[in-house]
């Protein structure tokens, strides 16, 4: 009898446990299900915290395992697109905004360009006759020379025949002969200051001294000591440093913009903090092949030589700026394959995606030209986020209308 007693009592408490837990189970009032229940706001869906797309008609869990959170009819505009955020979570994106702004931009041109030798002061050597370099005083590309110095000696039997053929009309009457002998030593490429010491001297000289004609340095060196050289041979080129010029690549798109005497500001490592002023001097005709870019030349005097050849430099073009536009921060914009899109702040925690038709782009400027009104805030950051998440509404809401009209 004791042992049926104690059976029972165990199975009433038991029950009593059961209908405990249940009770302790069912909605509290902090719960998003007693929320529902007990406020006057009405719950239109329940959607997962980190998937919109999942809706339910009924409170429960989420394909992760988190709970369904309720979307109440205040917090939900009934235009497409537009999603509303809790003001935690803007704030714990970090979203920022900023106006569309009316007014004039400056179309500038931010691009990368590298020093060059100012190729008017370079002068291109060559021999014009076959012949060996011989006695090669310059040994590297780079090396500094000075107006008269000798850069070579060139042994070549032509010239030596000249000479011989010089010296025999001037031993002879025959001034006609003795004017075309001493025409074809200068046509050969033989200086005057050679002929005369020929005219004085009465020997020829196996091995023709060839002269710096300006100062400057040796910009490329072709040949080397004993080497064969033929007139088609560059045997080196010389350009002066005390001035350079500095060539940027403007992307195909800016290429309107650009016009020779526009001002222009060039920044190299090799001198952090300081900022060169130039004008732009000329624009190439052709853009490169390879590249799609179109080449402008600016020209700067480097008379304390602190720009070499091929230093790498960051050039800003100011071009000409167009009228009234209006226009947003470069950030703002959402490219996309078929349209640009921008997200704006509709206020109270609204947002909505807009397609726009986008202009020129101007440093971190965007002109708008259609979708968006000077004065509206658009976001520039986090608007990724917010963009898809308008996206999937928009598309859910065109998906219930067509339920609706079948």
């Known amino acids: 009898m004791k042992k049926q007693l104690m059976l029972v009592a165990v199975l009433l408490l038991a029950i009593v446990l059961a209908f405990l837990g249940g009770r302790a189970s069912s909605p509290t009032a902090n719960s998003p299900a007693a929320e529902s229940v007990g406020s006057s706001r009405e719950v239109l869906y329940w959607v997962a915290p980190m998937d919109p797309s999942f809706r339910r008609d009924a409170p429960g869990k989420s394909p992760m395992g988190m709970d369904l959170v309720p979307m109440y009819a205040d917090q939900v505009d009934g235009r497409p697109g537009v999603v509303a955020i809790d003001p935690t979570m803007i704030n714990n994106l970090g979203v920022r905004t900023a106006l569309a702004e009316r007014g004039s931009l400056s179309r500038l041109i931010d691009t990368v360009g590298y020093v060059s030798y100012d190729e008017d002061t370079m002068h291109h050597i060559h021999t014009r006759v076959d012949g060996w370099i011989e006695k090669l005083v310059t040994n590297a590309s780079g090396d500094p020379v000075a107006k008269g110095q000798l850069l070579f000696e060139l042994y070549s039997p032509t010239l030596v025949s000249a000479q011989e053929e010089y010296l025999a009309a001037m031993r002879s009457s025959n001034s006609v002969l003795r004017n075309a002998s001493r025409d074809r030593l200068v046509a050969l490429g033989v200086s005057s200051t050679e002929i005369r010491r020929l005219e004085k001297d009465r020997s020829v000289r196996q091995r023709i001294p060839t002269y710096a004609m300006t100062d400057g340095v040796v910009a490329n060196l072709g040949v080397r000591h004993g080497m064969f050289v033929t007139p088609s041979t560059e045997v080196m080129s010389i350009a002066k440093l005390d001035s350079v010029w500095v060539l940027a690549e403007v992307f195909e798109r800016q290429a309107a913009w650009v016009k020779p005497g526009q001002q222009a500001m060039v920044n190299l490592d090799y001198l952090p903090g300081e900022t060169l002023r130039g004008t732009v001097d000329y624009v190439y005709p052709e853009l490169d092949p390879k ?15 602190a720009l070499r050849p091929n230093m790498f430099a960051r050039v800003s073009i ?25 997200v704006v702040d509709l206020g109270n925690g609204r947002f909505q995606s807009k397609a726009v038709t986008i202009g020129i782009e101007s440093g971190d400027r965007v002109e708008i030209r259609e979708g968006l009104l000077a004065g509206e805030r658009v976001v520039t950051s986090a608007q990724f986020l917010i963009d898809s998440e308008s996206n999937i509404d928009s598309a859910l809401s065109r998906f219930d209308d067509l339920e609706a009209g079948q």
């Not at 870019?293 to 030589?305: A, G, S, W, Y």
Request: no cysteine; proline share 2%.
């Open 318 to 342: 100011q071009g000409e700026g167009v009228g009234e536009v209006v226009h947003v921060p470069r950030e703002a914009l959402i490219r996309g394959g078929s349209e640009n899109r921008v």
């Open 291 to 305: 590249t799609r870019t179109l080449t402008v030349r600016l020209r700067f005097d480097n008379k304390e030589l």
